[in-house]
């Protein structure tokens, strides 16, 4: 097995040996046994990279020892859990874009390392096969971000990209804050022909209306609802409710996500759902395909329609085509 061979890095662990063997052996105690093979690979293809970044931008000692440190705790961390074994090209593109964000890993390694990790478990739970896109979308970008700000509200930009639709809404403030160099990256990454001004603004890109699919599904195969859900739209918002569960509704062209809306009464949402007779007046001749007798839910937005089916586990998604 390839040794590390970075010398800056041979002298930490060699150096402080009685700390690093200290933190190896509490994780064990709190995980188990934790394969030294693994810990050893991770360590050449991942950490030592990393570190060489670092040094590059800070050689002292003590600023090497703390971004090891924090590599070394997480990286324990992320085998003892278990998530390591499990998503292991993930976390290993993931927290190489740290090598490319140099300036950032050395100022804030634990953080930057956490930012990283909350954004995998997000993907993982609402857009899982993403997750390699979403690096690889960071990466196109990483040249120009110069603050953490700067890298939180890229790495929601591009989380949205990859269908956290959820997040759409704060991003037409967020974006702003960024550089005119980030901004125009940004576009161009997305590849989109709006005016920036205009990049968050329609959740659909279409003029005409369009069927966009289903979300939801039978809880017990990896779906969401107990029961045949119904629909009520409260505010600007869309909520769904099986009578056990509530969740509220994000759409968009780039994805759709049920995000728990535990603070609303599923009784109430069940109370104040509508149905509509016919879906004409919205969708047209495609209207002539859905038995207006099984609808059993309809929720109409400035640009968004959803319905519900008796006897059906799923929200049908049409958008409403942008004039």
Not at 128 to 151: Q, R, V
Request: with cysteine; proline share 3%; glycine share 6%.
């Amino acid at each position: 097995m390839e040794k590390i061979s970075f010398p800056e890095l041979i002298s930490e662990l060699s150096d402080n040996s009685v700390l690093y063997n200290q933190w190896y052996k509490e994780s064990e105690m709190k995980y188990g046994n934790l394969p030294a093979p693994l810990i050893a690979g991770w360590m050449t293809e991942v950490v030592e990279p990393i570190v060489k970044a670092a040094v590059t931008i800070n050689s002292a000692s003590e600023k090497i020892h703390e971004v090891v440190k924090a590599l070394y705790l997480e990286s324990l961390k992320l085998i003892g859990s278990g998530l390591l074994l499990r998503y292991r090209d993930e976390y290993k593109k993931a927290w190489l874009l740290l090598a490319e964000m140099p300036n950032l890993t050395v100022k804030f390694p634990t953080k930057m390392i956490s930012l990283l990790n909350d954004v995998l478990v997000n993907l993982h739970r609402y857009a899982p096969e993403k997750s390699i896109a979403w690096c690889t979308l960071i990466g196109t970008s990483s040249s120009e971000i110069k603050t953490i700000e700067d890298f939180k509200i890229v790495g929601r930009i591009y989380a949205w990209n990859c269908g956290l639709a959820h997040l759409r809404t704060r991003l037409k403030t967020d974006f702003w804050e960024l550089s005119e160099n980030l901004q125009q990256t940004i576009v161009t990454t997305i590849g989109t022909a709006e005016n920036n001004s205009h990049l968050f603004k329609n959740a659909w890109t279409t003029t005409n209306t369009k069927f966009e699919g289903v979300q939801g599904g039978f809880k017990g195969t990896t779906g969401f609802f107990e029961h045949p859900p119904v629909l009520a739209q409260i505010g600007e918002h869309i909520f769904v409710s099986d009578s056990n569960s509530s969740y509220a509704l994000f759409a968009d062209q780039f994805g759709k996500v049920l995000l728990p809306a535990a603070s609303v009464d599923a009784a109430y949402i069940v109370s104040i759902s509508k149905r509509s007779e016919t879906l004409e007046k919205w969708i047209g001749k495609d209207n002539e395909k859905i038995d207006a007798r099984t609808i059993s839910s309809v929720v109409v937005t400035e640009d968004t329609l959803v319905f519900t089916l008796k006897n059906s586990y799923f929200l049908y998604l049409y958008s409403l085509g942008n004039a």
